[in-house]
């Protein structure tokens, strides 16, 4: 009698296990034979294009998302209202390098949020290779001049998010730490890895009580060349931006569903951000998040999954320059008196998936580190601490014992085109994408099933 319990105990369990396994077979079969992720990615970027917040291409996207979250029929097709900055860089944007080599002009962009010049600024040129190298500088050095920070991306990192980090902080505060030396303007290194001409823009932020100076990235090539100029002999560097910023403007966050039948109240949201920077297309950043996290929900409704807890997608609106999209989510779930149990995020682009960090307890950690056991044969290796995502960040206020989950695809050549003009819908590999929706779609349905 006991034998027998004990057989029909195990074959319940290889049966649990192999429901589990093939359904997410069927799961990778729907995103690599039947995608519609790469479709869905090449009208944002073309039919749409680059959405910065305030933009009236942000709020076409609003109406793409919206349309296309109808159109795939999952239910409670929502645009919640977000009060978002809006600022424009304008029609000239020019840069000169003058130096004992002659004139040359190079390619610049204005840094988000930056002032204009109100014509055209022109200064001497002074180096530092840091931040903190600047922020040990002196009035006598930096008045008058423009500063150019030069510090490189650390490429002696295998994570290219971790150079990432010990670096983006030039764009962000530079121009406050020139400023308070003096300096008239701001040029930075962009913050990328490979030699190339493009700059790369991005958020930067001034303080109420430092005095505002323009703010521009060049790029690496032109970095390069300028410091060589620079131990050569004195620089002039000329610049011109009509960028300036406008009052905020209302934009919304698009959201969708599928209602859990056993636990609804409790949810599981998946999403990227909606916005993009005014260069390039936004394929990376955070195009591919987007059609990502659709896809993965397109997948289980057409596999008929019905899921425990109400699966949510969410489309954040200004993740760039603001955030305000992810604090107005978290604000509207407390609001609501939902019960948010986990958050998935995917914003470092469309590339090879690895697997996924998770920003939460021990438990949780271990918890997720066990799903290796059936997605390790998909090539998704790592299930480990890490960080969830900016837009779903603010949920972790509201609801102290929520999963924090962010989509973890191979890092190298992310910055290549992170917030550049080279970060279009052809610098996205459809395979890669679309192996992205099958890991986060195989995510979704193990989270529903085993919390
Ligand atoms: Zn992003």
Not at 86 to 108: A, F, P, Q, V, Y
Not at 163 to 190: F, P, Q, T
Not at 398 to 403: L, N, P, Q, V
Request: charged letters at 25%.
């Amino acid at each position: 009698m006991k034998v027998i319990f004990f057989f029909v105990l195990i074959s319940f369990g290889i049966v649990a296990q192999n429901t589990d396994s093939s359904f997410i077979r069927l799961i990778y079969n729907q995103a690599l034979s039947k995608g519609k992720a790469y479709e869905d990615l090449r009208s944002l970027c073309k039919d749409v294009g680059a959405r910065l917040s305030g933009s009236s291409e942000a709020a076409m996207a609003v109406q793409w998302g919206k349309e296309r979250l109808e159109l795939n029929g999952f239910e409670n097709v929502y645009l919640q209202e977000v009060k978002v900055p809006h600022w424009e860089r304008g029609t000239k944007e020019s840069g000169w390098i003058n130096s004992k080599d002659g004139l040359r002009k190079i390619n610049i962009l204005a840094l988000g949020g930056s002032i204009g010049t109100n014509g055209l600024l022109e200064a001497e040129v002074i180096e530092f290779k840091s931040l903190v190298e600047l922020q040990k500088s002196s009035k006598s050095n930096v008045e008058g001049k423009i500063v150019f920070i030069n510090q490189p991306m650390n490429e002696q990192f295998v994570n290219t998010f971790n150079a990432y980090g010990g670096c983006y902080s030039i764009r962000g505060e530079g121009a406050i730490e020139a400023s308070k030396l003096g300096a008239v303007g701001v040029v930075i290194r962009s913050v990328t890895l490979p030699m190339d001409t493009h700059p790369h823009t991005g958020s930067m932020h001034y303080l109420d009580s430092v005095i505002k100076i323009p703010s521009a990235a060049i790029s690496t090539l032109d970095s390069e060349e300028l410091s060589k100029l620079l131990v050569k002999g004195k620089v002039k560097f000329s610049m011109e931006l009509d960028c300036r910023v406008f009052p905020d403007e209302l934009s919304y966050n698009v959201i969708a569903e599928i209602k859990g039948i056993e636990k609804p109240n409790e949810i599981i949201t998946v999403g990227a951000h909606l916005d993009s920077w005014d260069t390039g297309e936004g394929a990376h950043d955070d195009g591919a998040g987007i059609v990502h996290s659709m896809e993965a929900l397109r997948i289980l409704k057409e596999l008929n999954y019905k899921p425990r807890h109400t699966i949510r997608v969410v489309f954040f609106m200004n993740e760039e320059n603001g955030n305000k999209g992810g604090i107005a989510y978290a604000k509207r779930s407390i609001d609501r008196g939902e019960n948010h149990i986990a958050a998935i995020e995917s914003d470092r682009g469309g590339f090879t998936p690895r697997g996924f960090d998770c920003d939460g307890s021990h438990e949780q950690v271990q918890f997720l580190k066990t799903f290796g056991k059936n997605l390790n044969e998909y090539d998704l290796f790592h299930f480990d601490r890490g960080f969830g995502g900016v837009d779903i960040g603010p949920l972790k206020k509201s609801f102290e014992k929520i999963m924090l989950i962010g989509f973890v695809p191979d890092s190298q050549r992310y910055f290549d085109f992170h917030h550049a003009e080279t970060d279009v819908f052809e610098s996205v590999n459809k395979r890669e994408l679309e192996l992205g929706c099958a890991a986060i779609s195989s995510l979704l349905y193990m989270l529903d099933k085993k919390m």
